[in-house]
């Protein structure tokens, strides 16, 4: 949704080595920035938590993208703040866009565009699968699919 609403310089919040999942948005993000012609720049790469601290923080470089994408809204909350306690607004100065749709409780909820995960469903899967005993150690492959989807909110400016 960024590209489409004209974004060229996008950036990445999300520690790393935090866990697989965040990576996997990472690999996500960077495919779908060079399948567009645009460039990941290491400086935009940001990470949203220290060491194993849970609590979030997001440190700004000076030179900022017009977007980010997160990897979770809680990492999407965290640089809001950041971008707040620099003077900066979502989306007239920085647009955002994320991924879960589980944001409560923050200025941002209910604004941010972000792609949503049917928890429920996947909670349901993950409890009927180890009744099974269908997952342990060395399982691999496709064992529930859950459905996700845009959802579209007011985060993203057109540039």
């Known amino acids: 949704e960024l590209i489409r609403a004209g974004h060229r310089e996008i950036g990445f919040v999300?520690?790393?080595?935090?866990?697989?999942?965040?990576?996997?948005?990472?690999?996500g993000y960077k495919k779908c920035m060079r399948e567009n012609g645009l460039s990941v720049r290491k400086e935009w790469v940001l990470p949203d938590r220290y060491?194993?601290?849970?609590?979030?923080l997001v440190v700004l470089p000076d030179t900022l993208p017009t977007a980010f994408v997160t990897s979770s809204d809680w990492a999407a909350s965290y640089l809001?703040?950041?971008?707040?306690?620099?003077?900066?607004?979502?989306?007239?100065?920085?647009?955002?866009?994320?991924?879960?749709?589980?944001?409560?409780?923050?200025?941002?909820?209910?604004?941010?565009?972000?792609y949503h995960v049917d928890m429920e469903?996947?909670?349901?899967?993950?409890?009927?699968?180890?009744?099974?005993?269908?997952?342990?150690?060395?399982?691999?492959?496709?064992i529930c699919?859950?459905?996700?989807?845009?959802?579209?909110?007011?985060?993203?400016?057109?540039i």
Do not use: F, W
């Open 121 to 142: 469903h996947m909670a349901r899967c993950a409890v009927r699968l180890v009744i099974r005993g269908l997952i342990g150690p060395g399982s691999t492959g496709v």
């Open 80 to 114: 809001y703040d950041a971008l707040q306690e620099r003077g900066l607004s979502v989306p007239e100065d920085i647009s955002i866009a994320s991924y879960a749709d589980y944001l409560y409780n923050h200025p941002l909820a209910g604004r941010l565009t972000t």
């Open 14 to 27: 999300g520690s790393l080595d935090y866990s697989k999942n965040i990576i996997d948005r990472y690999y």
């Open 51 to 56: 060491g194993k601290e849970e609590r979030g």
């Open 145 to 158: 699919e859950v459905d996700s989807h845009m959802v579209l909110r007011d985060s993203i400016r057109k």
